[in-house]
């Protein structure tokens, strides 16, 4: 629905001119009306669930900058009726930077799924949506929010002839100013201040909830009761491939171990014992005699580096001649070209277990497109477009970015931050969150086949917080079988929601015992 003159009134600043720090609020005006959304009622009824009627309303928010209106925010929301204001609500999104709401929307937490093969390949076209069995709107209401850029929210651009920039959203600061406001706004238009309030991110999406643990209460005033971070990017630094990094090497070597297994490339003893065996050896390698082995370099003893060398080779499953070539430094879009080229095959990166034939066998890189992120386009921009205009409604002519390379390309580092300085982390304010609220819960979830943020990044990185006995008790990490979106395989999806129910319940003990 279109925001009213009064609601802009009341409605707060993101941003500000440089004297003031990102999501420093100043004085507004009623001047700009978002398009029209549109509701739809419906009923959640999957075989063996207990129906639930619901409101699923698709509109945008207007966020502003000084006094002019900067973007409009567009998110879906599902309400179950006649239920009390107290109902949690969770807000949903992805990451990229530039992705929208549209993976977790109907790949897994909301009450429409598209059906998509369970092996994890590519959808024969066309798509179709069913009830999600799986949905969290059993337990929670949803908010699912498509940053400034992504789906059907776009910046708005200044006044003609101000000789200002089109404001941007797309930096790590302007991006939480963003999610703050609108957090803060949908519980003031909605009058839901007194429902316990969840964060669900996926990837950078995760990222985004781990520093809003810390910002979105101490600048908003939102009260967390949980977070569940998916797949998550908790530090962007280990995630970078070097010559003269260690962690992001001995962060995926696990997921290669598994991709090896998997694929029957894996050489090590412990394959015989399975793939948990193989897991297991992989972590205790890659930790320790790999690891040395990464930060000595060149210091390192001939048989020593052999025998470090050879392991290495029979675990993830590379002929023991291209081990030797990179120096042990195997990066993954290298691991998923070499480790099926005499099948001319190549391994995805988000799903190590999902192959496709190699287009350009003979050629230096892969030229074929990243298949497992790239394969389900097609399924998820067809399967949200339905959703949104023929089933609830939305009239509008702009195109729904699923994934905005403008967006991701544009990315910048924020005023006042130096060029030489890292990008920051989200494990600090995670941490912060924690400690400010010794009721707060993080789920960390991640697929056992994901190369790009995997598994024993944020395994490591849990405990190198160092958390005292009594907030780390209050995070979990928990895997499935698949990739970086595991919940579209229907065993981890029903795992997952299963885990979250779980939590909800551990995050809101009064409500459970009720």
């Given at each position: 629905?279109?925001?009213?003159?009064?609601?802009?009134?009341?409605?707060?600043?993101?941003?500000?001119?440089?004297?003031?720090?990102p999501?420093?609020?100043?004085?507004?005006?009623?001047?700009?009306e978002?398009?029209?959304?549109?509701?739809?009622?419906?009923?959640?009824?999957?075989?063996?669930?207990?129906?639930?009627s619901?409101?699923?309303?698709?509109?945008?928010?207007?966020?502003r900058?000084?006094?002019?209106?900067?973007a409009?925010?567009f998110?879906?929301?599902?309400?179950?009726?006649?239920?009390?204001?107290?109902r949690p609500?969770?807000?949903?999104?992805?990451?990229?930077?530039?992705?929208?709401?549209?993976?977790?929307?109907?790949?897994a937490?909301?009450?429409?799924?598209?059906?998509?093969?369970?092996?994890?390949?590519?959808?024969?076209?066309p798509?179709?949506?069913?009830?999600?069995?799986?949905?969290?709107?059993?337990?929670?209401?949803?908010?699912?929010?498509d940053p400034?850029?992504?789906?059907?929210?776009?910046?708005?651009?200044?006044e003609?002839?101000?000789?200002?920039?089109?404001?941007?959203?797309?930096?790590?600061d302007?991006d939480?100013?963003?999610?703050?406001?609108?957090?803060?706004?949908?519980?003031?238009?909605h009058?839901?201040w007194?429902?316990?309030?969840f964060?669900?991110?996926?990837s950078?999406?995760?990222?985004?909830?781990g520093?809003?643990?810390?910002?979105?209460?101490t600048?908003?005033?939102?009260?967390?009761?949980?977070?569940?971070?998916?797949?998550?990017?908790?530090?962007?630094?280990?995630l970078?491939?070097?010559?003269?990094?260690?962690?992001?090497?001995?962060?995926?070597?696990?997921?290669?171990?598994?991709?090896?297994?998997?694929?029957?490339r894996?050489?090590?003893?412990?394959?015989?014992?399975?793939a948990?065996?193989?897991?297991?050896?992989?972590?205790?390698?890659?930790?320790?005699?790999?690891?040395?082995?990464?930060?000595?370099?060149a210091?390192?003893?001939?048989?020593e580096?052999s025998a470090?060398l050879?392991?290495?080779?029979?675990?993830?499953?590379?002929?023991?001649?291209?081990?030797?070539?990179?120096?042990?430094?195997?990066?993954?879009?290298?691991?998923t070209?070499?480790?099926?080229r005499?099948r001319?095959?190549?391994?995805?990166?988000?799903?190590?277990?999902?192959?496709?034939?190699d287009?350009?066998?003979?050629?230096?890189?892969?030229?074929?497109?990243?298949?497992?992120?790239?394969?389900?386009t097609?399924?998820?921009?067809?399967?949200?477009?339905?959703?949104?205009r023929a089933?609830?409604?939305?009239?509008?002519?702009?195109?729904?970015?699923?994934?905005?390379?403008?967006?991701?390309?544009k990315?910048?580092?924020?005023?006042?931050h130096?060029?030489?300085a890292?990008?920051?982390?989200?494990?600090?304010?995670?941490?912060?969150?924690?400690?400010?609220?010794?009721?707060?819960?993080?789920?960390?979830?991640?697929?056992?086949?994901?190369?790009?943020?995997?598994?024993?990044s944020?395994r490591?990185i849990?405990?190198?917080?160092?958390?005292?006995?009594?907030?780390?008790?209050?995070?979990?990490?928990r895997?499935?079988?698949?990739?970086?979106m595991?919940?579209?395989?229907?065993?981890?999806?029903?795992?997952f929601?299963?885990?979250?129910?779980?939590?909800?319940?551990?995050?809101?003990?009064?409500?459970?015992?009720g």
């Open positions: 629905m279109p925001e009213s003159p009064a609601e802009a009134t009341e409605a707060a600043t993101v941003g500000g001119a440089s004297n003031r720090k999501g420093s609020r100043g004085p507004v005006t009623p001047e700009w978002a398009p029209s959304g549109a509701s739809a009622t419906m009923t959640w009824a999957p075989e063996g669930r207990e129906p639930i619901l409101t699923a309303t698709a509109d945008w928010t207007v966020l900058r000084e006094e002019s209106p900067a409009e925010v998110a879906v929301s599902y309400l179950a009726d006649d239920a009390p204001a107290e609500v969770t807000f949903v999104f992805n990451g990229g930077p530039g992705a929208s709401s549209a993976y977790l929307h109907v790949g937490i909301g009450p429409r799924r598209v059906v998509l093969p369970d092996d994890g390949s590519t959808a024969r076209m798509v179709r949506l069913v009830d999600n069995d799986a949905s969290w709107i059993a337990d929670t209401d949803l908010v699912f929010i400034v850029g992504t789906g059907f929210s776009r910046p708005i651009p200044p003609p002839n101000t000789g200002t920039d089109a404001p941007t959203y797309w930096s790590y302007r939480l100013a963003a999610m703050r406001e609108f957090i803060s706004r949908w519980l003031s238009r009058r839901r007194s429902a316990p309030v964060l669900a991110g996926e950078y999406g995760g990222y985004r909830v520093r809003l643990a810390w910002s979105l209460p600048d908003e005033g939102v009260g967390l009761a949980g977070a569940v971070l998916i797949s998550p990017a908790l530090e962007i630094t280990p970078t491939f070097t010559d003269y990094a260690t962690d992001p090497y001995v962060d995926t070597v696990p997921t290669m171990a598994a991709g090896a297994f998997h694929h029957g894996c050489r090590a003893p412990e394959a015989a014992d399975g948990e065996a193989v897991e297991a050896a992989a972590v205790a390698f890659a930790t320790t005699d790999y690891a040395m082995f990464l930060l000595r370099g210091a390192v003893p001939v048989e580096r470090v050879a392991r290495l080779a029979d675990l993830v499953g590379l002929a023991p001649d291209v081990v030797e070539h990179l120096h042990g430094r195997i990066r993954i879009d290298r691991w070209r070499e480790l099926l005499d001319g095959e190549v391994a995805g990166l988000y799903d190590v277990t999902q192959t496709v034939v287009p350009f066998t003979d050629r230096v890189s892969f030229e074929g497109g990243e298949h497992t992120l790239a394969g389900s097609a399924a998820f921009t067809m399967a949200i477009n339905h959703l949104l089933e609830i409604g939305v009239e509008t002519d702009r195109q729904y970015a699923l994934l905005s390379e403008e967006v991701n390309t990315w910048a580092t924020d005023d006042g130096h060029a030489l890292a990008p920051p982390g989200a494990v600090d304010d995670l941490r912060r969150g924690l400690t400010l609220n010794p009721h707060l819960q993080a789920l960390i979830v991640h697929g056992r086949h994901d190369l790009v943020t995997p598994l024993d944020s490591r849990i405990d190198l917080m160092r958390l005292a006995p009594a907030t780390g008790d209050r995070v979990s990490l895997a499935y079988d698949g990739g970086h595991f919940y579209t395989l229907s065993d981890s999806r029903a795992a929601t299963a885990d979250v129910r779980e939590f909800f319940a551990a995050c809101l003990p009064e409500r459970a015992a």
